[in-house]
């Protein structure tokens, strides 16, 4: 029963879709049944090629994340306990995150060539931002009795900031890397959407332009499904790392 109510929605929207493909009301190639895109999906995992394209874009994304998880975790702290460095990084933050990255990104195959790089750089840019933004909100809310606690008992600078400070904002560091993780992915699809021939935009872009709508959804149905295991991978993560805080004591 647990399991059925976890995914119950999930099923709804496969019944609906299910519902829509045979109304005869539609197209089919609007509305593939499922059958027919769980065929297509098989046929992916089947193949090497396939895989090597998934794994691709799943390198792209990660490298990027990866690179913006090191500085966003490093500049959200300066923001959040240093006074010179929340004067110098958050006007630069605020005043440019409103800016669409995507925009830049005719500027980045410029300066960084078509292939991976410059989407590496533009996932990197993407993801930066609510990592930093969210991880300098957690290192600023810090109790303030644990940090007088430790200055008591003759902590210094350093011990109070790897005892206190960042076990304190551990748990925001990872609601930053939660948000930034499917951003990756959503990004590295849409760059090799726009201009690659090769990763899981290139077959979206690809399928879609064969009129194999059923392949398409098929590699839709991928990204996905990387999108859910990568977000239970961080999730794993969390739970070991910050052990003193489980989500599920916040359910009731």
């Known amino acids: 029963m647990s399991v059925l109510r976890r995914f119950s929605l999930v099923i709804a929207a496969l019944a609906a879709w299910e519902l829509a493909a045979k109304s005869g009301l539609w197209s089919p190639l609007l509305f593939p049944p499922i059958e027919k895109i769980f065929r297509e999906l098989v046929a992916f995992l089947s193949s090497v090629d396939s895989l090597s394209q998934a794994w691709l874009s799943l390198g792209r994304a990660l490298a990027g994340f990866g690179l913006a998880a090191a500085a966003g975790v490093l500049a959200g702290m300066l923001m959040g306990r240093s006074a010179l460095g929340a004067a110098l990084l958050e006007p630069l933050f605020s005043g440019t995150y409103a800016v669409p990255k995507l925009a830049l990104f005719p500027v980045f195959i410029f300066v960084f060539g078509i292939g991976s790089l410059s989407k590496v750089a533009l996932i990197f840019l993407e993801c930066l931002y609510p990592i930093a933004?969210?991880?300098?909100?957690?290192?600023?809310?810090?109790?303030?009795?644990?940090?007088?606690?430790?200055?008591?008992?003759?902590?210094?600078?350093?011990?109070?900031?790897?005892?206190?400070?960042?076990?304190?904002?551990?748990?925001?560091i990872f609601a930053g890397l939660r948000v930034a993780l499917p951003v990756a992915m959503i990004v590295v699809v849409i760059t090799e959407m726009v201009s690659s021939a090769d990763g899981l935009g290139y077959l979206v872009m690809y399928s879609l332009s064969s009129l194999q709508t059923a392949r398409m959804l098929a590699v839709v149905a991928v990204i996905s499904l990387l999108g859910v295991a990568l977000d239970a991978a961080l999730l794993f993560a969390r739970d070991r790392l910050v052990y003193w805080e489980k989500l599920e004591t916040y359910y009731v």
């Open 133 to 172: 933004i969210v991880t300098s909100q957690g290192a600023r809310q810090v109790n303030k009795t644990l940090l007088w606690s430790a200055r008591n008992m003759g902590a210094s600078d350093w011990q109070v900031l790897r005892r206190v400070v960042i076990p304190a904002t551990v748990p925001f």
